[in-house]
């Protein structure tokens, strides 16, 4: 059975870096790309960013380049999202997500999400 | 990017009725690389349908999906009650991949 475990709730400062993580299991994982999701306080979706754990290669959404890094220790199948100095409207609820994948260049729809990782971050 | 648009932002219907949901591309989403997902509160999205048309394992056969270029509709034949939910289109045709702003069904 595909899984994907993400850490649990962080509750932050401004200014604090934070590091949050996701554990693959149940699949090959480095053969899949995995992505982190957004989702604000009662909105949407939005798609930050994916990194393939076979060979670390990594892409960002321009809305979140340089805001977040994602990384992957394919040792331990697991996928990590980061920030370095978190500001308050980084407050949200995070997921990875697991795109299907066909090939190691291309990635296509999210066929598996972990449970969420709410981050607040207040002063 | 694509930006995609959702309408209605709210469908209030009643269980039985047929659902009827938009997604509107600013440009053709490349070979239909278009999919949708339901939410429910306080949990995760779940895939509905990817490549416009194609149900994900386990989809009542009630969820459709069709379209391709710029115009994707998302139908539900009749609404069963654990159908209530938020639903969201998201294109990965090309990058970056981007989600639409959602339609929430609700309870009339």
């Known amino acids: 059975e595909v899984q994907l475990v993400q850490s649990g709730a962080e509750v932050k400062k401004p200014g604090e870096s934070l590091k949050i993580s996701c554990k693959g299991s149940?699949?090959?994982?480095?053969?899949?790309?995995i992505g982190w999701v957004r989702q604000m306080p009662g909105k949407g979706l939005e798609w930050m960013g994916i990194?393939?754990?076979?060979?670390?290669?990594?892409r960002y959404s321009p809305s979140f380049q340089g805001q977040v890094t994602i990384s992957a220790d394919k040792s331990i199948s697991t996928a990590y999202l980061q920030w370095s100095s978190l500001k308050a409207s980084d407050t949200a609820m995070y997921y990875c997500?697991?795109?299907?994948?066909?090939?190691?260049?291309?990635?296509?729809?999210?066929?598996?999400w972990g449970q969420g990782t709410l981050v607040t971050v207040s002063s | 990017e694509i930006v995609l648009t959702q309408s209605p932002a709210t469908l209030s219907l009643s269980p039985g009725e047929r659902a009827t949901l938009s997604c509107g591309a600013s440009?053709?989403?490349?070979?239909?690389?278009l999919a949708w997902y339901q939410q429910k509160p306080g949990l995760a999205p779940r895939l509905l349908i990817y490549?416009?048309?194609s149900r994900a394992t386990g989809i009542p056969d009630r969820f459709s999906g069709s379209g391709s270029g710029t115009d994707f509709t998302l139908t539900i034949s009749r609404l069963e009650p654990e159908d209530f939910a938020v639903y969201y289109c998201?294109?990965?045709?090309?990058?970056?991949?981007?989600f639409g702003g959602g339609t929430k069904v609700e309870i009339k």
């Open positions: 149940g699949y090959s994982f480095t053969s899949y790309w």
């Open positions: 490549d416009a048309s």
């Open positions: 998201q294109q990965y045709g090309s990058s970056p991949v981007t």
């Open positions: 990194i393939y754990p076979g060979d670390s290669d990594t």
């Open positions: 997500a697991r795109h299907n994948t066909l090939y190691s260049s291309s990635w296509y729809e999210i066929d598996y």
């Open positions: 440009q053709s989403v490349s070979s239909s690389y």
